[in-house]
């Protein structure tokens, strides 16, 4: 069965980086598009961001741009979301997803994604 594992969340201070990477079981995905979501309480999962299966794009949500990074390791089957100068409204569970098909590109809503992780929460203290 196909699985999807998120890790790396945690609390951390206002301005402070984190690093979530999500593990998938089988190598097939390096020839997937990923990405993040995340859902804050009482909100519907919003996209954060997403890149390509080649690797050669990657795309964020407004609200993250800029201090938001993901990339992907195909070597180690896992895609990394790197946050930076984060924010208390960055404060959410976070989900990495994937594609159902192969080669595709950006991906930015959630019923384009099929597998999906079991989430991390990350809290931003201000």
């Known amino acids: 069965q196909v699985r999807l594992v998120e890790s790396g969340g945690g609390l951390v201070q206002a301005a402070s980086s984190l690093t979530l990477s999500c593990a998938a079981s089988?190598?097939?995905?390096?020839?997937?598009?990923m990405g993040w979501f995340r859902q804050a309480p009482g909100k519907e999962r919003e996209f954060v961001a997403s890149?390509?299966?080649?690797?050669?794009?990657?795309y964020y949500a407004d609200s993250v741009k800029g201090r938001f990074s993901i990339f992907r390791d195909n070597a180690k089957n896992t895609v990394y979301l790197q946050m930076n100068s984060l924010k208390p409204e960055d404060t959410a569970v976070y989900f990495c997803?994937?594609?159902?098909?192969?080669?595709?590109?950006?991906?930015?809503?959630?019923?384009?994604?099929?597998?999906w992780g079991q989430g991390t929460q990350v809290t931003v203290s201000s």
């Open positions: 089988e190598r097939a995905f390096n020839n997937y598009a």
């Open positions: 997803a994937a594609d159902g098909r192969p080669y595709r590109g950006i991906l930015t809503t959630t019923r384009e994604y099929v597998y």
């Open positions: 890149i390509s299966w080649s690797d050669t794009s990657t």
